[in-house]
């Protein structure tokens, strides 16, 4: 049980570049959940999906963030033309079932450091 | 609006010293969690609760939702512990609606030997 992954662990990007970050959940695991976190603070929620199904994505920004997931393949976010204050550690996390349950806690990736030059 | 508030923000003790941290939120929740963040690494899940108490460990995580406060306890610490410890809330909601978790800002943890 690989847990789950997100790749790359470190990225670089020069401002007005593309970032995409992936994030594989873990087996069995249907339901992905992306925060970012900014220096100095806390986590913050940015959007959850479902297989093929974006859900709540209250926490994304209007422009240049997307999020995907789809049927086969890990889930994306992609942040477009990138700018200084888009460096951020993103972490994904996965839960089995809707967090509605009481029962299912989430697991965490090791997030993706995201550094725009 | 959900607030998540920790205390302390920072502390700093000495090997074997029986720890605290607290978390208080403004909202009726469905479920507490703690995490742990060490430096440069990922986050580890250490306790969903959403009553009473658990413990795993010399880890020991309490909850009164009447008061809606959370303690996280460390019993014979260890600079192994140091680390950031983090809480988040799953805020209660009617029919649908975000599914996210509301995150402390963390307490910063160091541990001396």
């Known amino acids: 049980n690989a847990g789950v992954m997100q790749n790359p662990r470190h990225l670089v990007r020069r401002r007005g570049q593309e970032a995409r970050l992936r994030c594989s959940p873990m087996?069995?695991?249907?339901?992905v959940y992306w925060y970012r976190q900014l220096p100095e603070e806390g986590l913050k929620f940015m959007v959850y999906?479902?297989?093929?199904?974006?859900?709540?994505e209250s926490g994304m920004p209007k422009e240049r963030f997307s999020a995907e997931f789809p049927k086969e393949g890990p889930s994306i976010l992609r942040i477009q033309q990138v700018v200084r204050g888009d460096s951020a550690a993103y972490f994904c996390?996965?839960?089995?079932?809707?967090?509605?349950?009481?029962?299912?806690?989430?697991?965490f990736g090791s997030g993706t450091r995201l550094t725009v030059v | 609006k959900n607030e998540v508030e920790q205390s302390p923000q920072n502390l700093t003790a000495q090997e074997g010293e029986f720890i605290t941290i607290n978390c208080s939120y403004s909202v009726g929740i469905s479920a507490l969690h703690w995490l742990q963040q060490h430096p440069g690494g990922g986050i580890v899940s250490l306790f969903m609760?959403?009553?009473g108490k658990k413990k795993h460990g010399r880890l020991i995580a309490t909850i009164n939702i009447q008061e809606k406060h959370s303690s996280l306890h460390i019993t014979a610490s260890h600079p192994r512990d140091s680390a950031v410890y983090i809480c988040a809330v799953r805020a209660m909601y009617s029919g649908g609606g975000a599914d996210g978790l509301t995150f402390g800002k963390g307490t910063h943890l160091i541990i001396q030997p």
């Open positions: 087996k069995g695991h249907s339901h």
């Open positions: 609760l959403s009553s």
């Open positions: 996390a996965s839960s089995p079932l809707s967090g509605a349950t009481l029962y299912y806690g989430y697991t």
């Open positions: 999906l479902q297989k093929e199904n974006i859900i709540d």
